[in-house]
Nanobody, 124 residues
Framework: VALVESGGGAVQVGGPLRLFCEGS????????MAWFRQVSGKERGAVASVSRGGRTTIYNDSMRGRFTIEHGNRRNTLYLYLNSLQPEDTAMYFC??????????????????WGQGTQVTVSP
């Protein structure tokens, strides 16, 4: 099983970006899928997660209203729409997924699969 992220890059303050994650090698649909981010030297933190059927989404409070997580049209794909980006959003963004039926109720240690990350850099 592999997850591959894309869509990161450099953007100016206030700008948008769209991150994409595609999973492969999984029989059936993943359970919970999520985005995390990490700044060098700091712990990986949750950005947003979405349940298997898309019914439930959970956001980090500091990103609620600016970021949107949703499944793509193809199975095991995931988007993160980032708006009103600020310099403090600069980080490596990681896609993560759980085995089928895994819920979104636990932290990063409970995820089964991780991508390599895509860098987002927001400049003033």
């Amino acid at each position: 099983v592999a997850l591959v992220e894309s869509g990161g890059g450099a953007v100016q303050v206030g700008g948008p970006l769209r991150l994409f994650c595609e999973g492969s090698g999984q029989r059936g649909s993943f359970g919970c899928m999520a985005w995390f981010r990490q700044v060098s030297g700091k712990e990986r933190g949750a950005v947003a997660s979405v349940s298997r059927g898309g019914r439930t989404t959970i956001y980090n409070d500091s990103m609620r209203g600016r970021f949107t997580i949703e499944h793509g049209n193809r199975r095991n794909t995931l988007y993160l729409y980032l708006n009103s980006l600020q310099p403090e959003d600069t980080a490596m963004y990681f896609c993560a997924a759980k085995e089928p039926f895994g819920s979104c109720t636990s932290g990063p240690g409970s995820f089964d699969y991780w991508g390599q990350g895509t860098q987002v850099t927001v400049s003033p």
